[in-house]
């Protein structure tokens, strides 16, 4: 069994291990206000367990402040950062400061190793759950610093959702947003990659996009849009 530690209160955390963590999760609880975690060279790869490396909970409010190197990899049933809908996520950091986000590839884990079930293969790098239902695609997502390379996978954009989703607001930092094992190229084969670099999967409405500083580069899968795709509320004012 996988663990998880929940974090309930906004006193300031910082999260980092001497080694690559394949066996545990970070949970922002429900209608905590004002999290604040950093994580200092934090490597969460969840290998062969359900759900997301990182959580903030319907409700919530994080700050994540990225320092040095950090990897938030899912591995089947989630996102690499899940923000569910009415959850708050803002990242900063600087520049040298990276955080590498990998959606999952696999729908459900089972100890048998097969999958099943879910509305389709592959979630967001930083975003929404797989849905249905337009009223519970992602959070809002906001980026003021750090290098923060998000990948989805499949039907996952890299920020944004897994089927409807919304990219949300960067404002500094260097952003790269892919689909498809997190290759720029990756879009060429249409079974692993179906969405947009930023917003929402293939011909979904992407939500409401912003993006006022900051290097952002953005590659869309198969038949979808780098930034935007389906109905999707674009607003560039600045950046490069």
């Known amino acids: 069994m996988d663990k998880v530690l929940t974090v309930l209160t906004n006193t300031p955390l910082t999260i980092t291990a001497d080694s690559t963590v394949t066996d545990a999760r970070i949970e922002v609880a429900e209608n905590v206000k004002n999290a604040n975690i950093t994580i200092s060279e934090l490597k969460l790869e969840l290998n062969e367990f359900n759900g997301s490396p990182l959580t903030v909970k319907s409700g919530s409010t994080l700050t994540l402040t990225i320092s040095g190197k950090n990897t938030l990899d899912g591995y089947a049933a989630g996102p690499g950062i899940l923000v569910e809908n009415g959850a708050e ?3 900063n950091g600087t520049e040298k400061d990276v955080l590498d986000v990998f959606g999952a590839q696999m729908q ?5 190793g097969g999958t099943s079930g879910g509305q389709s293969v592959g979630f967001a790098g930083i975003g929404g759950p797989n849905s249905s239902d337009a009223y519970t695609y992602t959070g ?30 960067i404002n500094g930092g260097v952003v790269t947003a892919t689909t498809g094992e997190g290759l720029p190229g990756g879009w060429i084969d249409s079974t692993k990659a179906n969405a947009s670099g930023i917003g929402a999967s293939q011909g ?18 198969y038949a979808s849009a780098g930034i935007g795709g389906g109905t999707s509320d674009v607003t560039i004012t600045g950046g490069n």
């Open 204 to 221: 979904q409405p992407g939500g409401v996009i912003t993006i006022t500083g900051g290097t952002v580069i953005a590659y869309g899968g």
């Open 140 to 169: 809002k997502i906001t980026i003021n610093g750090g290098t923060v390379n998000a990948h989805g996978y499949g039907y996952g954009a890299g920020i944004g959702g897994g089927d409807y989703g919304s990219g949300g607001t």
């Open 108 to 112: 459900l884990y089972s100890d048998q």
């Open 89 to 91: 996520l803002t990242i």
